[in-house]
């Protein structure tokens, strides 16, 4: 929710404003974002449903096994995503590296994720998000994360997960710690709250905004280990705006199928009787990886500060 | 606003976008909102609304869970209709840049997308006569353009440059802006009293709603 301003003083025709950053991420909601590698797969994603697609280079499960440096899609295939479809276009930029972030910008994607997982440029600051006018969506694991990246100006933010291991145990771990961290909020006394607020490492402002919203200041969508449409639904129902999904479908054996049948569930998240009808015939999901195999060098999540 | 007695009733599309934010309103105001999710959660409702969000997603929605035709049968019934952004796209007789057929309810032509990108959305001030003498601070979000307002319908509200941004016709109502992402909750107001008039008998529209009438109870709180 934006304030009002209904005084008349405010210039004509205002761009890149906090109202209409945080506002195209309410447009979003209820929604399905799907990682897209080729303008063909993007496509496929706005032909499903999707509410906006994701354009990167290679998805998580690819970046995860091939090992290297991840760094921002080439502009020339985010340029060619961006003519193919009419529904807002994504793409991502290293942690800290303001000028991917500048290039995003400048190339007139819709939304910069700033995302860990690629592979940080900076190990100790994320990107000034605030200096910029396209809107910034942000991975967290904790309500601190959240509220130091909507400090810095993120304008959306989605729990992390484990990005392609189509294992949801890690997006469930942070978007309930996002909302026990809430519900702790709002247990507390106000005077207690400058002390919560360092302990959690967060602005005292947007903390107290936090308690007195009884949820984030922005939207929150569920990410990293999406695999199924009861996946999507169970992060919608955890308390989700709405999902990330990429490796979940490109690694199953009909990802167009399967991308339409996310898309349903998401929706219709509280109805089981039609999460299991979107479910029937979607063929083999992805086979996922259990986290006790992944390296702890090698966990997505950790990489952000 | 709604009085105690017969409530009224507002359904809110929600199969994707921000259709909490109208529900919160709507709540505010003191009348009951329903999520519309599939056909049978029409029934009984005094009006609709179809809140921002993405149109090709919400357009695919309509059709797969069957809800295009029985809320075409209800607005040509009186039901009313309000439409924002991606609403107001499926309101539209003609939306040529839309990939699915939407509602074709409103004697409009819209543009999706029409003031570019993300990094072109803008806020803006408009001055509507039917909400009252004060300034509407309007939020546009890749909005689209009402590009031509057909006999049928009339324009309510326009850009400096005379760009058509909000048009009514009898009950139906479509703005290219997001009155449920501000405070200002005078546009919600006016829809509710569309959706608590002016049904008569035949399911025809009064006509008599647009022109100020009890403008001067919409000023803000």
């Known amino acids: 929710m934006v304030r009002q301003d209904g005084n008349g003083s405010a210039p004509e025709n205002e761009t890149g404003s906090w109202s209409v950053k945080s506002g195209l991420a309410q447009m979003l909601k209820g929604g399905v974002i799907m990682d897209v590698v080729t303008p063909d797969q993007a496509k496929i994603a706005e032909e499903a449903g999707a509410c906006a697609v994701m354009a990167l280079e290679r998805v998580p499960a690819d970046i995860r096994a091939d090992g290297g440096v991840a760094r921002m899609s080439d502009p020339e295939v985010i340029g060619r995503i961006m003519e193919t479809v009419t529904i807002p276009v994504m793409a991502k930029c290293r942690i800290g590296h303001l000028v991917e972030a500048q290039v995003l910008q400048a190339l007139g994607v819709d939304y910069i994720d700033e995302s860990e997982v690629l592979t940080p440029a900076d190990e100790r600051y994320h990107v000034h998000k605030h200096a910029f006018k396209v809107p910034f969506v942000c991975g967290c694991r904790d309500l601190g994360e959240a509220l130091r990246r909507i400090g810095e100006g993120a304008a959306m933010i989605r729990t992390k997960g484990e990005a392609g291991t189509g294992n949801i145990v890690e997006a469930v771990r942070h978007m309930r710690n996002v909302w026990d961290g809430i519900r702790r909020l709002q247990a507390l006394p106000e005077d207690e709250l400058m002390a919560e607020a360092k302990e959690l490492g967060a602005p005292y402002d947007l903390v107290r905004q936090t308690r007195e919203l009884g949820r984030l200041p922005v939207v929150n969508f569920a990410a990293g280990g999406v695999a199924t449409p009861a996946d999507a639904a169970l992060m919608m129902q955890l308390g989700a705006d709405g999902v990330f999904v990429g490796s979940g479908i490109y690694k199953s054996e009909d990802p167009a199928a399967r991308a339409h049948a996310i898309v349903q569930a998401v929706t219709h998240y509280q109805d089981p009787k039609i999460i299991a009808e979107v479910s029937r015939g979607l063929g083999e999901p992805m086979r996922g990886i259990d986290m006790n195999e992944i390296p702890e060098e090698e966990l997505l999540a950790k990489r952000g500060w | ?221």
């Open chain 2, 1 to 221: 606003m709604a009085g105690k007695r017969d409530m009224t009733t507002i359904g809110v599309l929600a199969l994707q976008g921000d259709f909490a934010e109208h529900i919160a309103i709507l709540q505010r105001l003191g009348a009951e909102a329903v999520s519309v999710r599939l056909p049978e959660q029409l029934d009984g409702l005094d009006g609709l609304i179809i809140p921002g969000g993405e149109s090709t997603t919400i357009g695919r929605l309509l059709h797969q869970w069957k809800l295009l035709e029985p809320i075409r049968e209800l607005a040509g019934d009186g039901l009313a209709v309000w439409g924002t952004c991606a609403g107001a796209i499926l309101l539209a007789e003609r939306a040529p840049d839309l990939d699915r057929e939407g509602l074709k309810l409103m004697d409009i032509d819209i543009e999706r997308n029409a003031f570019g990108r993300q990094v072109d959305s803008f806020e803006a001030s408009l001055s509507i006569s039917v909400l009252g003498p004060q300034p509407f601070r309007a939020v546009f979000i890749r909005a689209p353009r009402i590009n031509s307002v057909g006999p049928e319908a009339e324009a309510l509200a326009r850009l400096s440059d005379g760009t058509v941004v909000a048009a009514r016709q009898g009950k139906l109502l479509a703005t290219a802006f997001h009155p449920e992402l501000t405070d200002d909750e005078r546009f919600h107001r006016y829809f509710l009293e569309l959706s608590a008039n002016g049904r008569t008998s035949s399911g025809r529209v009064e006509q008599a709603t647009a022109a100020g009438e009890g403008s001067a109870t919409r000023d803000l709180p």
